[in-house]
């Protein structure tokens, strides 16, 4: 291993066995041994042969869908799995942030908790000693620092546990998604933090659903899929090459069932058509967008009510008209057809939105199809000189 | 291996912070806090001393020492064994989310109960005095005593446990083992009470010479045979080796049931 590598990751693969059936207890081990039976069970294999090297004074992003193996790397990475076959090097102190706070004990004060926390994060005791006004100021704590940590407010209990990582001053810094927690002024304050970090060369690893910020503070990024790193190379590349998957339907966006309802009428397609009716996912700010939701109704819908919603990457909701809000009143559906919804301008600022559609009854209440981030269209950097936050809202400015 | 142990011992200052929080955690509420400790073997020496002296009629000099010589080891032995089975469960989330070297977590809990056994020693000291017995030069030999009875006891909490992580019934288990295993060691009776016919089966029970050197050197006086001590060396050595191996070779699996 060279020595501008902070870590090189050589061929790592992590296999679990799934159990199909799987004894817990010594009673129920005993008793299968003596019918035969022995517990089922197949390897899965979470992470496929991934090697990477990540050179000093990098930030990094690991990025893919829940369930890619995406978190295995970073546990191995963090020393908390051990490969199965593989090599993992280092240079350099590690310090890990999979979940704030992990370790505090909840009958303990602040102090304590700190000291016991240090050791957990492997400082020594003199080193804590010499911090501890750092940590404290820095989680703003210095009044209640001798209460018992049960009696924090989880962002106290997140401000003493960022304070504590970044407190044992690693080489490199693995950071699991937690950036998402907390209010503004402390995420500033741990971006702040991490910029710091950043500019004294240390290498920071980040996880994160959060394609926006993997952009905005990443200098490499690594996407996992099934196990597999299958893509690597600048942020922007990695990230538009993932948005790509996602809309070739070879990513699922959700694992989980996401649609719902009766079934008396079904979404069948929605699609996206820009002004001069080409059908596209990509669109510029300032765009129209006409969305053309296909149904098929298979008897006679009396009064039904079409909704939708778009949500920004991470989650936010950021639209969700139906038809019965906007006075768009119809009397019956059967059989196929097309209803459109047209956004004469597109107010949303670069990224991907996730697009839910569904058909309710009058009330409402009962779904008849609810198919929930059904689909995924992605607006472009385009002539907007803005890149902050997820509208575009005409303005100017002035001196006055 | 080696990198295995030097790596424990980069942790030391964890294991320190652990075994003071354990401590802090049990005194923390109670209104006695420390005296617990002491208390707490006395209280059990008064009830036993009253069943098997006045109820039963044991007639033996000093009991209540006789019988505060075994029952301390013989505590620290058994609360050790049924804290550690918990352990490494109740520490989970933190084993998921940190990198620590999995032997701390019953280690912290042998250390932790070490602090408390020798605080409750002073008890007996104090007792012996008020009574009038001869406290002897023996007792020069505690610290070894000491030594056998936490490498025989860390051993033991070890392998427990990690085995508690794969089936987690062996909880219940470990309570009926170490009742019987109480019973079948001479805490509450003496040695000599054992009839000839058995005696080779209480030789082959471990606890004899581990508890049954404080009893030699604190309540009799007298420094044990060579082989006693030697037995008592081996026996610990050997549970602490096996103990040890058996949760190096799998602690890399616990993160797994866990």
Known sequence: MTDNLAISINNVSVKYKLFHERSLTLKETAINFLKGKIDKYEYLWALKGVSISIKKGETVGIIGQNGSGKSTLLKVIAKILEPSEGKIQYNGKLSAMIELGAGFSAELTGEENIYLNGAILGLSKNDIHEKFDEIVEFAELEKFIDIPVKNYSSGMYMRLGFALSTAVDPDILIIDEILAVGDESFQKKCFKKLNEFKQKGKTIIIVSHDLNSIERMCDKAYLIKNGNLISEGHPKEVISFYRNLISRGEIEISNSPNRLGGGEVRIKEVRFYNSSGVKTDYFNTGDTLKVRIEYHASRRIDKPVFGLAIYSENGVHINGPNTKLSGFEIDFIEGEGVLEYIIKSLSLLEGSYYFTAAIFDYTCIHPYDYWEKCHQFTVLNSNINEKYGLFYMPSEWRRV | ?258
């Open chain 2, 1 to 258: 291996m080696l990198d295995k142990i030097k790596e424990l011992y980069n942790f030391r200052e964890l294991l320190k912070n652990l075994v003071i929080k354990e401590l802090k955690l049990r005194y923390k509420r109670s209104v006695l806090g420390f005296l617990w400790t002491m208390l707490n073997p006395l209280m059990m020496m008064i009830i036993l001393t009253i069943v098997f002296s006045h109820m039963m009629r044991f007639d033996m000099k000093n009991f209540a020492i006789f019988l505060l010589c075994g029952l301390l080891p013989w505590n620290y032995f058994s609360h050790s064994l049924s804290m550690s089975t918990m352990s490494l469960i109740s520490n989970a989330n933190l084993i998921n989310k940190v990198y620590i070297p999995k032997a701390v977590f019953p280690l912290s809990i042998i250390f932790s109960n070490i602090v408390n056994m020798i605080l409750s020693l002073i008890p007996l000291f104090v007792l012996m005095i008020f009574m009038g017995i001869e406290i002897q030069p023996s007792v020069m030999l505690i610290p070894i005593l000491l030594l056998n009875l936490i490498l025989f006891t860390a051993g033991i909490s070890l392998f427990i446990s990690c085995l508690n992580v794969f089936f987690r019934d062996f909880t219940h288990m470990i309570e009926i083992i170490v009742t019987a295993w109480f019973y079948l060691t001479p805490i509450i009776y003496p040695m000599d009470m054992i009839p000839a016919k058995y005696e080779m089966v209480f030789k082959l029970n471990p606890l004899v010479y581990i508890i049954g050197g404080f009893r030699e050197v604190i309540f009799y006086g007298r420094i044990p045979d060579f082989n006693f001590i030697i037995i008592s060396v081996l026996v610990s050595l050997f549970s602490f080796a096996i103990g040890y191996l058996y949760f190096y070779k799998n602690e890399n699996q616990i993160i797994y049931y866990i």
